[in-house]
């Protein structure tokens, strides 16, 4: 069973645009929820992540928005750019705890210039 | 040395061979895991470690091994390849605790059995 869905698999948008990238989970334990951009050829790398204590955290273009009733989080990436174009994997775990972090399926974004 | 190392970067193995895929991390991180990424279906994990001398199997566990002899070395073992394990495999570290749990990759190595 797959503890986190992520849609979609992949996204074009236009640069300036806002592409949004969702996430779904089943485990109420979970309570720590990153996202991770990974470029061709490198390791994922943490992007931005969130605490389901908030609805949203901003970190400068990238928000994420936390829907803890739903069991839904989503990235938002504001006037997105051509260098913003990586996979994204959102994934969540329980903090502190021996819950590994557990991932998404990846969404290719393109951001055509 | 400054965050985590994997080697080798990238192998063609011959079916049947054995294969150890080296992680070292200079960091001090209680946790290790090895995730394998096949397209289509994001980072799996295969095993970790939450502190030096003890392993769990993850979500993929069968035909790898690993070992935890100490904080710093997590390598990861393939006794006898097969094609199926064909993929990119990642190496990552965290420290678990109440405030830290930011995960660190490797840059990978990229594996193909044939």
């Known amino acids: 069973q797959q503890q986190v869905k992520q849609s979609p698999q992949s996204l074009i948008v236009q640069k300036g645009g806002i592409p949004i990238i969702n996430c779904a989970y089943e485990n109420t334990a979970f309570d720590y929820f990153p996202w991770y951009q990974q470029f061709p050829g490198k390791g994922p790398a943490l992007l931005i992540a969130?605490?389901?204590?908030?609805s949203e955290k901003k970190e400068g273009r990238f928000t994420i928005s936390f829907n803890k009733s739903a069991k839904q989080f989503s990235l938002h990436i504001m006037d997105s750019q051509p260098g913003d174009s990586a996979t994204y994997f959102c994934?969540?775990?329980?903090?502190?705890?021996?819950?590994?972090?557990?991932f998404g399926k990846g969404t290719k974004l393109t951001v055509n210039p | 040395i400054a965050g985590i190392t994997q080697a080798p970067t990238s192998q063609i193995l011959a079916a049947g061979r054995r294969m150890t895929l080296r992680c070292t991390q200079d960091m001090r991180h209680n946790a290790m895991y090895w995730y394998r990424q096949d397209l289509g279906l994001g980072l799996r994990l295969i095993h970790y470690?939450?502190?030096?001398?003890?392993?769990g199997k993850g979500e993929v566990p069968d035909g790898y091994s690993v070992s935890r002899a100490n904080t710093d070395d997590f390598p990861l073992t393939l006794a006898s390849a097969v094609p199926s394990q064909t993929s990119v495999y990642f190496c990552?570290?965290?420290?678990?605790?109440?405030?830290?749990?930011?995960?660190?990759f490797g840059q990978g190595t990229r594996l193909t059995v044939v």
């Open positions: 470690s939450n502190t030096a001398g003890t392993t």
């Open positions: 990552a570290s965290r420290k678990e605790d109440v405030y830290n749990t930011e995960a660190f």
């Open positions: 994934a969540a775990s329980v903090q502190g705890g021996s819950e590994k972090l557990v």
């Open positions: 969130i605490r389901p204590d908030v």
